[in-house]
């Protein structure tokens, strides 16, 4: 016996994605030296006239926005894709 997954549009009422998904991963040594504070951010986005450089330099401002013991950390990964199969 087999199983068949056939997928699905998605239903009325949920929220409309992006046109591309990303993922950014910053890290930044802790303030007393022992360990690291490491965050990542995903989701879509619609960045129609930004460049890649513009929408990665966007996202590092608003997760430094959000947790300010962020600022200058170092990018541990970034991608940005197409959100489409």
């Known amino acids: 016996m087999s199983e068949t997954a056939t997928a699905q549009s998605p239903a009325a009422g949920v929220p409309q994605q ?12 802790m303030p007393n030296g022992v360990g690291y504070m490491v965050s990542t951010s995903s989701g879509t986005c619609s960045p129609t006239g930004m460049s890649r450089h513009d929408l990665y ?11 300010p ?10 991608d940005v894709q197409p959100n489409r199969i």
Not at 69 to 78: C, G, M, N, R, V
């Open 18 to 29: 992006g046109t591309h998904q990303y993922v950014l991963t910053l890290q930044k040594p």
């Open 57 to 67: 330099t966007w996202l590092v401002g608003e997760m430094v926005r959000q947790t």
């Open 69 to 78: 013991q962020l600022a200058s950390a170092s990018t541990l990964f970034f």
